[in-house]
């Protein structure tokens, strides 16, 4: 979660609300929230082509 903070530059809030509006697909591995890169950068290049 917190990579995903880094590379996004946002908050810890605004990246549960990306996932709860389906924008930012996260999986949950042994209690944690993991992003794949893939995901990541597919958010961003649907942010930039907007």
């Not at 944690?32 to 961003?44: A, D, G, L, P």
Request: hydrophobic share 35%; glycine share 6%.
């Amino acid at each position: 979660m917190r990579e995903a903070e880094q590379v996004l530059r946002t908050s810890r809030t605004t990246i549960y609300r990306l996932m709860k509006a389906g924008d930012l697909e996260g999986v949950m591995v042994r209690g944690s929230r993991r992003f794949t890169v893939r995901s990541v950068e597919q958010y961003i290049a649907s942010q930039i082509t907007e």
